[in-house]
């Protein structure tokens, strides 16, 4: 059973930056994907970013991309999501999960003010 952790979220002016981490437990994380996700007030968890599992091919939703980069580093079992540029659209609790078969965590929130 996989168990994810989120952190490293908190509050910050437009245009500045955070990086969040996603440590997982378990034998499973450097074979399988990571992927991040974030859910605003008020709306449903959409899709952010992913990396399959040697970090090699990343992906990301239109509206991050040449913001965000997602990375791993499968030695600490942790992934990453470094956010540059902020904008108050970014505002949401932040989760990740492991492709396939893996576990919701509690999420990390980000507000980021204009």
């Known amino acids: 059973q996989v168990h994810l952790v989120e952190s490293g979220g908190g509050l910050v002016q437009a245009g500045g930056s955070l990086r969040l981490s996603c440590t997982a437990s378990g034998p499973t994380f450097g074979t399988s994907g990571m992927a991040w996700f974030r859910q605003p007030p008020g709306k449903e968890r959409e899709f952010v970013a992913a990396?399959?599992?040697?970090?090699?091919?990343?992906w990301y939703t239109d509206s991050v991309k040449g913001r965000f980069t997602i990375s791993r580093d499968n030695a600490k079992n942790t992934g990453y999501l470094q956010m540059n540029s902020l904008k108050p659209e970014d505002t949401a609790v932040y989760y990740c999960?492991?492709?396939?078969?893996?576990?919701w965590g509690q999420g990390t929130q980000v507000t980021v003010s204009s």
């Open positions: 999960n492991q492709l396939p078969n893996g576990a």
């Open positions: 990396v399959n599992y040697n970090g090699e091919n990343t």
